[in-house]
DNA sequence: ATGTCGTTCTGTGAACGA
């Protein structure tokens, strides 16, 4: 089974390129994250090629999906006991079992600088992954939580650490999030990188980032041992990143032997 | 130079978020 993650950052103006990245690559569950489409302007071009689609998006704002080709059950939108920001609920996660793979596409709050509303915001929202990832994995069942967690886990994931000193996805407590997943059941099943020593999954639009690789590894799978112990090969599908009109994000591919 | 995108509204450019 071949699991994909991509943040698209807008799921109509990448449309194209999505559906031929689909028949291209031939993921049999994918998640996706940034639509800023709500869930009833999902493109319908996407089932058109075989994907039954789990969608939550309200707009111009976030949005994910999972979608699958090994059948679609017990979908979930939201996490356990969701913060919610400036009084209001953001589409960023939903879950779904795919082909007996437990399934969460999340897009994880930015944070936006250390000390803004945002940041608590974020850290909050990571306490409810992890108490949904406590709730929802099973020892017996391939659970995995995939997306744009927006921290990158280790200094060696940005490709320049001494420029993040004020920022955030670097800090010691977005960190701890993830330690505390970890300490949850979950692996970080880092990918390979098909070009270059980093396996980075981000990297801006700006100042020619993608051309001279400055980039980050945002976008993770965190899995627990029946996921990560059935994986035989991960990678970043960085071709995605190259040409006309791509994403700022790259997909992680993540095959597995069920 | 926060230098590029994508979306929406204050709407044919600016504001916002990333």
Redesign the pocket.
């Known amino acids: 089974m071949r699991v994909a993650t991509w ?1 698209v ?6 449309l194209p390129r999505l559906l031929a990245w689909l028949e291209s690559a031939k993921p049999d569950v994918v998640c996706l994250q ?1 639509l ?3 869930t009833e302007a999902f493109p319908p071009e996407v089932r058109d090629l075989g994907f039954e689609v789990a969608a939550y998006g309200l ?4 949005g994910v999906a999972v979608l699958s080709r090994v059948g679609l059950e017990d979908v979930r939108r939201g996490l356990v006991d969701e913060p919610t920001y400036d009084d209001a609920a953001e589409p960023r996660a939903v879950g779904a079992t795919c082909g007996g793979v437990r399934v969460w596409s999340v897009y994880v ?4 600088e250390p000390g803004h509303p ?1 940041y608590a915001y974020k850290l909050r929202w990571l306490e409810a992954l992890r108490a949904t990832a406590v709730a929802e994995s099973a020892p017996e069942r391939p659970f995995a939580v995939l997306g ?1 967690f ?1 921290i990158a886990p280790a200094d060696d994931d940005v490709w320049d650490i001494s420029l993040f000193t004020e920022s955030t996805h670097v800090t010691e407590p977005e960190r701890a999030a993830l330690a505390a997943l970890r300490e949850a059941g979950l692996r970080d099943v880092v990918p390979r990188a098909l070009k270059y020593d980093k396996p980075y999954t981000y990297w ?5 980032a993608f051309p001279n690789n400055h980039g980050m590894r945002i976008d993770l799978v965190y899995a627990n041992a029946s996921f990560a112990d059935a994986v035989n090969d991960a990678y970043v599908d960085r071709e995605a990143r190259k040409g006309k ?4 994000h790259a997909p992680v591919v993540v095959d597995l032997t069920l």
């Not at 707009?59 to 976030?62: H, P, V």
């Not at 709050?109 to 936006?112: K, T």
């Not at 801006?204 to 020619?208: A, E, F, G, V």
């Not at 009109?245 to 700022?248: E, L, V």
């Open positions: 943040n950052n807008s799921v109509t103006a990448r940034e800023k489409c709500a707009g111009r704002w976030n709050p930015n944070g936006r945002h744009d927006n801006d639009y700006r100042q020619l009109g791509p994403s700022d």
